[in-house]
């Protein structure tokens, strides 16, 4: 990974290629690489759904290993692979592992995707059709795939126009089983998923960043809370964690303790058996 390569290419060099991509979700790509790589040592290979002209293609290109495979889905309309491509040859051409598969998202499933990916996901990146339905789509086809502590970004999350992208990444972090995702970071248009135990891990690892300490504030969707990085009303890094620490323990589940504690008492195995 080449640092300078990476800031030339958020400062100056990403403005010349088509697309909408925030500096500031460019910067936490790069943190949260850096993180998973180094901190939480996940491996895997690296996805992009809904390519456009390759602008933040290029960047997750910069960001994966030599030795990991870089996958980009998407419907490629007119000459946007041809634009992809060049993309990727004028701003990583060191990348080789690349595959580019021209599909209609909604036509994917589980097990016809699986070709593609010989390793879990360590990456996954989801910009395809912004509608409920094309999204909850996308993410209950590719999640499967997606390594624990592997991360999904969601884009356009906070779009007007496209409030079912909200509505249907909500609804999908509710599904518990056979494994869940939960939010953990919200970027400037996008929000960042990870598998639990990962997600507090990674708060507590951005915090540590110069570029974002003291510039946080911490939020709570459903039971779960994330850091809204660059905040219009930031918290100390001391504060957020002093948070943290007073939501870790106990949890407790929706469950009435008292009648449960008499049925503990008067269903108990040693007086099932008579010895009490």
């Known amino acids: 990974m080449d640092t300078e390569q990476i800031n030339k290419y958020i400062k100056k060099d990403s403005t010349k290629v088509p697309g909408w991509f925030d500096s500031r979700d ?9 993180l998973q790589l180094n901190a939480a040592k996940v491996e895997g290979d690296v996805c992009e759904v809904g390519v456009y002209a390759g602008k933040s293609l290029a960047l997750l290109g910069m960001l994966s290993q030599p030795h990991e495979k870089l996958v980009g889905m998407d419907l490629f309309l007119e000459d946007f692979l041809e634009q992809t491509q060049e ?11 690349i595959e580019y598969v ?19 996901l360590r990456l996954l990146h989801i910009d395809a059709g912004h509608e409920y339905h094309e999204v909850l789509h996308s993410l209950i086809v590719m999640a499967p795939y997606v390594a624990n502590g592997g991360i999904i970004i969601m884009d356009d999350y906070h779009d007007r126009e496209f409030p079912g992208i909200e509505s249907a990444t909500l609804d999908f972090c509710a599904i518990t089983s056979p494994r869940q995702f939960v939010p953990f970071a919200v970027g400037h248009n996008k929000i960042y998923l990870t598998t639990p135990l990962y997600a507090i891990l990674y708060m507590k690892a951005l915090l ?20 809204v990085t660059n905040s219009k009303r930031p918290l100390s890094n001391e504060q957020i964690l002093d948070l943290l620490a007073a939501n870790e323990i106990p949890y407790r589940y929706d469950y009435d303790e008292q009648a449960l504690a008499e049925k503990a008492i008067n269903y108990a195995q040693f007086r099932a058996t008579g010895r009490i």
């Open 26 to 34: 460019m910067a936490l790509f790069f943190y949260l690489n850096k």
């Open 87 to 97: 993309t990727m040859k004028q701003h990583c051409p060191s990348v080789e592992n």
């Open 102 to 120: 021209k599909c209609k998202t909604s036509e994917l499933r589980v097990d016809n995707v699986k070709k593609y990916f010989p390793r879990q």
């Open 208 to 227: 540590r960043q110069k570029t974002y300490k003291d510039k946080c504030r911490l939020s709570r969707i459903r039971d779960n809370q994330l850091l």
